[in-house]
Nanobody
Framework: QVQLVESGGGLVQAGDSLRLSCAAS????????MGWFRQAPGKEREFVAG????????IYADSVEGRFIISRDNAKNTVYLQMNSLKPEDTAVYYC???????????????????WGQGTQVTVSS
């Protein structure tokens, strides 16, 4: 069992940066592929970024490629999402998620993640 707690959300202006953190409980954090998702009002939850066990591989949604950076510190049981050049369309609740099943694959599908945090609100004003 893994518990995930996100933090770092807030209200920023377009062009600003923000760093989200996701702290995980449990001793096997390093065995999980980790992902960030987001959900805007009235929209489906969408994949944002994912990172492999050791952090050597990352994937991103096209909408954030080049602006967002996912990273992890397995010694601290924490995954991060550095968000730069924020846009109003980035406004959403951001969730981190853990996938304990797949080996060597980072999935973009939300239903394939096993554990979820409660989410943190990010609001970008124009």
């Amino acid at each position: 069992q893994v518990q995930l707690v996100e933090s770092g959300g807030g209200l920023v202006q377009a062009g600003d940066s923000l760093r989200l953190s996701c702290a995980a409980s449990g001793r096997t954090f390093s065995n999980y592929v980790m992902g960030w998702f987001r959900q805007a009002p009235g929209k489906e939850r969408e994949f944002v970024a994912g990172i492999s066990w050791g952090g050597s591989r990352t994937i991103y949604a096209d909408s954030v490629e080049g602006r967002f950076i996912i990273s992890r510190d397995n010694a601290k049981n924490t995954v991060y999402l550095q968000m730069n050049s924020l846009k109003p369309e980035d406004t959403a609740v951001y969730y981190c998620a853990a996938d304990r099943h797949r080996v060597g694959v980072i999935t973009r599908l939300s239903h394939e993640y096993d554990y979820w945090g409660q989410g943190t609100q990010v609001t970008v004003s124009s």
